[in-house]
């Protein structure tokens, strides 16, 4: 690396902030990083897989959801590919500093492996290799799944949306929200969910 990255300071302060998946602060990160991605990318490949090692384990997976939103990039396809290959290497590593989080947060490094093998963004050794890290820190834990209310913020998981568990790739619609929600129904209202499943073969209603 022997140019300084001007972005590199703001990139740092960022990522540094960010204690949990935050839409704006992943959002600056991706277009810091890829704005002269061609002459600065091993600055940014650095700087993540040094600071996905260093962070606190509970602060670590927001970090991987920053390296995500490098690799899965779609505004340029060659961008994407230009970090995917830089990171291939450091897969394993960074899964594994990732996996120190609570329980309550391996959901969060499923998603993001579902979604790099459904968009083959790595090969399949390379994410079968970090799978097996998923699956052994599960046995580990003792659970075969993790709880289905998790202990996760709901501005984290609004953030990659879990429907990679459904079979069949599809469109969806998805609902970001920025800020927790609390919203009562009554019973009867369960009728209206119900007649909404004709939109879909998986209807996910996460309270």
Known sequence: MPKDWPAQPRFLEVLKSMRVASRPKLTELEALAVADARS???????ILTKQIQARKPRHRV???YAINALVTHHADAETAKLYAGRFAPEVRACVAAALECPPEHVSGVRRV???WRRRACFSASVLD???ALVGARRRESGAEREPA???ASSRETSVLADAEDAEKEEEQVIIDMQEPVDLTFALRYLNFFTK???L???VIISM
């Open 40 to 46: 600065f990318y091993k600055h940014a490949v650095a």
């Open 113 to 115: 492996l579902k979604r």
């Open 129 to 131: 290799d970090a799978a």
């Open 62 to 64: 927001a970090v991987l």
């Open 200 to 202: 879909g073969p998986t």
């Open 196 to 198: 909404a499943t004709q």
């Open 149 to 151: 209310s998790g202990g």
